[in-house]
C-alpha cells in the first residue's frame, strides 16, 4: 500500500521505545485492519511502565483522557510505542504515549515510518488494597 509523502514522519530522534511489537493476523478486525483494542491494549501497557517506575509500584489506569487513532496498522508494521511523563499530581501520574509504525521491509521496499497513534492517560499509584496512595518523591 502506498502512503502520500505528508504522513511520513521519522521516529523521534534520540529516544528508545519503551515497548515494539509486530502485530499478527490474530490481532486484525473483521476488515484486516489491525484491530483498535490490540493498540489500545499497548498503549496502556507502554503508558504503565514509566508509571510504575515513578510510583515505585503498583498503578491502576483511571482515565483515558484522549486517543486518537490518526493512521492504520497493519500485520508486520514494526509498532514502536514512546512514552512520556507530562503530569505528576499527587496520587496521579499522566503519561502522553505516541505510536509510530515502521512498514515496507517485509516487501522489500523502501521503509517507511507512519504516525499512527496519540494517547493521553492517567494512572493512579495504589497500594496493596487498591487504594490511592501518594506518588513518591524523586
Ligand atoms: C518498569 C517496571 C515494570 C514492572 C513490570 C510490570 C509490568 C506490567 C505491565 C502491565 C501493566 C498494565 C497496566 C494496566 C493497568 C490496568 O489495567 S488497571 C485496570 C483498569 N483500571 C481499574 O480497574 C481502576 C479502577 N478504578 C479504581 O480502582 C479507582 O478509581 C482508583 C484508580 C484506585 C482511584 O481511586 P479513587 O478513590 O477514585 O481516587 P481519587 O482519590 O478520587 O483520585 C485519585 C487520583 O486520580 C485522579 N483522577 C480520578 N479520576 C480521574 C479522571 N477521570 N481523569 C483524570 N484523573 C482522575 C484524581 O485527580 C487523583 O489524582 P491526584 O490529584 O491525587 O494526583
Redesign the pocket.
Known amino acids: 500500500m502506498s502512503h502520500s509523502p505528508e504522513i511520513h514522519t521519522p521516529l523521534p530522534e534520540g529516544r528508545d521505545p519503551i515497548l515494539r511489537l509486530v502485530p499478527m493476523p490474530t490481532d486484525t478486525n473483521y476488515a484486516g485492519d489491525v484491530f483498535g483494542g490490540w493498540i489500545m491494549a499497548q498503549v496502556?501497557?507502554a503508558?504503565?511502565?514509566?508509571?510504575?517506575?515513578r510510583a515505585r509500584g503498583r498503578?491502576?489506569?483511571?482515565?483515558v483522557?484522549s486517543f486518537v487513532f490518526k493512521q492504520p496498522v497493519f500485520v508486520g508494521d514494526v509498532v514502536s510505542f514512546y512514552a512520556s511523563i507530562v503530569k505528576?499530581?499527587?496520587?496521579?501520574?499522566?503519561v502522553d504515549v505516541a505510536v509510530y509504525a515502521q512498514r515496507g521491509l517485509r516487501q522489500g521496499s523502501d521503509e517507511i515510518c507512519i504516525k499512527v497513534t496519540e494517547a493521553v492517560l492517567?494512572?493512579?499509584a495504589?497500594d496493596e488494597n487498591?487504594?490511592?496512595r501518594?506518588?513518591p518523591q524523586e
Not at 47 to 53: D, E, Q, W, Y
Not at 59 to 63: P, Q, S
Not at 88 to 94: F, K, L, N, P, V
Open positions: 496502556d501497557i503508558g504503565s511502565l514509566p508509571a510504575i517506575r498503578v491502576a489506569t483511571v482515565a483522557n505528576i499530581g499527587r496520587t496521579s501520574i499522566t492517567t494512572y493512579v495504589v487498591r487504594r490511592p501518594v506518588v
